[in-house]
């Protein structure tokens, strides 16, 4: 199937890529997140995903501006729900370019992570998915969760240590936030992380 993938970073790609071209999928890759904050933490990840993708000689289209405000302007006063309206406004824009440019599927390297709301991503995109006539190529890529690590180790591949927005940095490092959040769930990710016995802050998405 030729199938574009939503390539939320460098390090996630390794085991959903390797996945997908041993199975013979034709893949190209979607740089498109505008999630990551600040500046210059965008840059890096952005240019951890150039590497990888020069590597693998992956056909990329890089979304390279930074999205902070389109990001603020649904998020906030919306904070509880943002890792929704995270997926929601990420995968729409991949299978819109899907369908603009012919794929017969989309995917997305999210469902790779521990850290994510895996259920809320495979449901998102089955809905686009069913919307745009298109199909959505599920995986569980959690599997490869070590593989991919020990990889982008190997790599020397810049591994993010919070999951993307500035409200996830300030979870990563506010020692009081951490307190507070020891009694609450803050987000959806955490609530469904929570369920599987994970936490979110060990590094990459
Ligand atoms: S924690 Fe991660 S998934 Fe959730 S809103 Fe922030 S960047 Fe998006």
Same mark, same amino acid.
């Given at each position: 199937?030729?199938?574009?993938?939503?390539?939320?970073?460098?390090?996630?790609?390794?085991?959903?890529?390797?996945?997908?071209?041993?199975?013979?999928?034709?893949?190209?890759?979607?740089?498109?997140?505008?999630?990551?904050?600040?500046?210059?933490?965008?840059?890096?990840?952005?240019?951890?995903?150039?590497?990888?993708?020069?590597?693998?000689?992956?056909?990329?289209?890089?979304?390279?501006?930074?999205?902070?405000?389109?990001?603020?302007?649904?998020?906030?006063?919306?904070?509880?729900?943002?890792?929704?309206?995270?997926?929601?406004?990420?995968?729409?824009?991949?299978?819109?370019?899907?369908?603009?440019?012919?794929?017969?599927?989309? @995917?997305? +390297?999210?469902?790779?992570?521990?850290?994510?709301?895996? #259920? =809320?991503?495979?449901?998102? $995109?089955? &809905?686009?998915?069913?919307?745009?006539?298109?199909?959505?190529?599920?995986?569980?890529?959690?599997?490869?969760?070590?593989?991919?690590?020990?990889?982008?180790?190997?790599?020397?591949?810049?591994?993010?240590?919070?999951?993307?927005?500035?409200?996830?940095?300030?979870?990563?490092?506010?020692?009081?936030?951490?307190?507070?959040?020891?009694?609450? @769930?803050? +987000?959806?990710?955490?609530?469904?992380?929570?369920?599987? #016995? =994970?936490?979110?802050?060990? $590094?990459? &998405?």
């Amino acid at each position: 199937m030729k199938i574009l993938l939503h390539a939320c970073c460098g390090p996630c790609s390794i085991y959903p890529l390797a996945q997908l071209r041993r199975q013979g999928h034709q893949v190209s890759g979607y740089f498109h997140n505008p999630n990551i904050h600040p500046f210059r933490e965008f840059k890096r990840r952005l240019a951890a995903m150039r590497e990888f993708a020069d590597r693998q000689k992956l056909d990329m289209i890089y979304d390279d501006d930074y999205g902070l405000r389109e990001y603020l302007r649904q998020v906030v006063n919306r904070e509880e729900e943002r890792c929704r309206i995270c997926y929601a406004m990420r995968l729409a824009e991949v299978a819109r370019l899907a369908v603009a440019e012919g794929y017969e599927a989309f @995917s997305t +390297t999210l469902l790779y992570s521990r850290y994510q709301n895996h #259920g =809320e991503i495979r449901r998102q $995109g089955d &809905e686009l998915a069913a919307r745009h006539n298109l199909t959505f190529y599920y995986e569980d890529f959690r599997c490869g969760w070590q593989e991919g690590i020990g990889q982008a180790i190997a790599m020397g591949l810049y591994r993010q240590p919070y999951c993307g927005c500035i409200y996830s940095e300030q979870e990563r490092y506010d020692k009081k936030m951490r307190k507070k959040k020891s009694g609450i @769930s803050v +987000t959806e990710n955490q609530k469904a992380a929570a369920e599987t #016995g =994970e936490g979110q802050e060990s $590094g990459t &998405e």
